[in-house]
């Protein structure tokens, strides 16, 4: 099995919905995003999949998020969106086109992360 693993960030606003603390009112991040894929099938050149390609539809998603307010953003209307959602977001969105995405983890501060992945 091969595992590759690339690294992204954006920086955006949100607030938590249904919470009753600081994170109730908006507040910003500086994301990072890990995004991990698994296989076993190597292309001609021995690649699991291009870095070059992983990191590019990785940051076509992030686009949609870097320096926006998530909560405004018709994806997420109506929803919390929390890390945990945001990592399941990011997942969903990488792996309609690699499917060889296995895990997806979003860091909110340097020691705090939330990590997505189906078994």
Not at 37 to 43: I, S, W
Not at 49 to 61: A, Q, S
Not at 80 to 92: A, D, Q, T
């Amino acid at each position: 099995m091969h595992e590759l693993k690339v690294e992204s960030s954006f920086s955006a606003a949100h607030h938590l919905l249904n919470y009753n603390g600081e994170c109730e009112n908006q507040h910003g991040h500086n994301w990072k995003v890990e995004v991990y894929a698994k296989g076993t099938l190597l292309d001609k050149s021995n690649l699991l999949i291009d870095f070059k390609v992983l990191k590019r539809e990785l940051n076509m998603v992030l686009d949609i998020l870097d320096h926006k307010d998530i909560n405004t953003l018709p994806d997420f209307e109506g929803i919390s969106p929390s890390s945990e959602i945001l990592s399941k977001y990011i997942y969903e969105k990488l792996k309609l086109k690699i499917p060889q995405i296995s895990k997806v983890s979003v860091w909110e501060t340097e020691k705090a992360c939330a990590s997505y992945y189906e078994e």
